[in-house]
């Protein structure tokens, strides 16, 4: 193994498409994939820290074109998965896409956010995150930097959710709740305790059920995010209720490569999607994850 066995891989992929090939790099070296017949690429928005701005992290986001140029959203990219199997092939192989494009550039610092599907979640029986583990620790990215994100769905089934995370959590992951309310806050921290609880800032009614949530989730070591976040009055309804990361599209729009935390001064009110450009790429493989 070499000194950076992450570099290597990528430097191995070709440029451009080859017949067979799993992944390769396009034009500007960015690696790219494809999934029955639909590419796969990667865009990024931070999670910053509420107090200072500073970037802590980037949650990443699946970007898709079919064959005729036609950009996918997320969910219609996931129904071309007809098949529990095909569903797993795909959800690894867009957090291994991920994983590589975000690594690649060494961020020192900060924690990559991956959703899983909660089809997934259903369709894997145990030992959940084993596979994409061993696909990080061929690359030698640590486990610790990735935050696997359950699904708001998952919220109603406890006894399932706890089981899936703390698989994740043994295979050295850690863990964020995506919560559809403040109110479920109570029954989900007594259950198990989360490194994080996401909160849509369109859920919160005010400043202190926010307050509520955090005095309920710091007590038992999680830290609180407010999500989807786009104009300054609700960032500072998410400050007023003390929460400890804001993310949103105030502060950027998810860009094709991360923005790098050490470059990133902030002071005052971001502009929104300065520098940002959150575009499609098109691309072209990935029938299978690593």
Not at 24 to 51: M, Y
Not at 196 to 217: E, G, I, M, T
Request: hydrophobic residues 40%.
């Amino acid at each position: 193994m070499t000194d950076d066995p992450l570099k290597e891989f990528v430097d191995s992929l070709s440029r451009g498409q080859r017949p067979g090939a799993d992944l390769w790099r396009d034009h500007r070296g960015e690696v790219v994939g494809r999934f029955l017949g639909l590419s796969l690429a990667s865009a990024f928005q931070t999670v910053r820290e509420a107090k200072t701005r500073r970037i802590v992290g980037h949650e990443a986001f699946i970007r898709s074109h079919d064959e005729a140029d036609h950009g996918l959203s997320p969910w219609s990219l996931f129904s071309h998965a007809a098949t529990d199997d095909q569903l797993v092939e795909l959800d690894r192989a867009c957090r291994t896409i991920h994983a590589i494009r975000y690594f690649v550039r060494r961020p020192a610092q900060g924690s990559l956010f991956l959703n899983v599907h909660g089809r997934l979640m259903l369709a894997v029986q145990e030992d959940h995150g084993r596979t994409f583990r061993s696909v990080l620790d061929s690359l030698a990215i640590p486990s610790s930097r990735i935050v696997i994100e359950s699904p708001e769905v998952l919220t109603q089934n406890l006894a399932l959710l706890s089981c899936v995370m703390q698989n994740y959590r043994r295979n050295g992951y850690r863990v964020a709740i995506n919560l559809a309310s403040a109110n479920q806050a109570s029954g989900l921290l007594s259950r198990f305790q989360p490194d994080f609880v996401k909160v849509d800032v369109r859920n919160l009614a005010s400043a202190d059920a926010l307050s509520q949530l955090v005095a309920r989730a710091a007590p038992r070591g999680a830290r609180v995010i407010v999500k989807r976040i786009e104009t300054p009055a609700q960032a500072s309804l998410a400050q007023l209720g003390g929460a400890d990361f804001l993310q949103g599209w105030a502060f950027d729009v998810p860009g094709v490569q991360p923005v790098p935390a050490a470059a990133d001064p902030i002071s005052g009110w971001p502009v929104r999607g300065a520098g940002q450009a959150g575009t499609f790429l098109r691309l072209q493989p990935c029938a299978r994850p690593l």
